[in-house]
């Protein structure tokens, strides 16, 4: 499974980008996929997480804020961001967990910079 990550870029705050991740190749059975970021010198955290029945989940400083949505057909997940703030700068990872056994799989990660 490859994961493909892309959208990020440069954006003032209170702007918006909107993050795709799509999964190609041979593809068993996609269960949560995930977005996760890490900022400079921090770890690497969960933002939200979409299980393939839709339950959603949000760390508490991206709740209201951040829309994590999937297309079952495309093997795609998005990730809407609102209101950014410069808190929100990070290189961004989705992760997918996939096939039988379940493993995760974890995409390029894409930057994102909150800066006016």
């Known amino acids: 499974v490859q994961l493909q990550a892309s959208g990020g870029g440069l954006v003032q705050p209170g702007g918006f980008l909107r993050l795709s991740c799509a999964a190609s190749?041979?593809?068993?059975?996609?269960?949560?996929m995930g977005w996760y970021r890490q900022a400079p010198g921090k770890q690497r955290e969960l933002v939200a997480a979409?299980?393939?029945?839709?339950?959603?989940v949000y760390s508490d400083s991206v709740k209201g804020r951040f829309t994590i949505s999937r297309d079952n057909a495309k093997n795609t997940v998005y990730l809407q961001m609102n209101s950014l703030n410069v808190e929100d700068t990070a290189v961004y990872y989705c992760?997918?967990?996939?096939?039988?056994?379940?493993?995760?799989?974890w995409g390029q990660g894409t930057q994102v910079t909150v800066s006016s």
């Open positions: 992760k997918v967990a996939a096939g039988s056994p379940r493993r995760d799989y």
């Open positions: 190749g041979t593809i068993f059975s996609i269960g949560t």
């Open positions: 979409i299980t393939s029945g839709g339950t959603t």
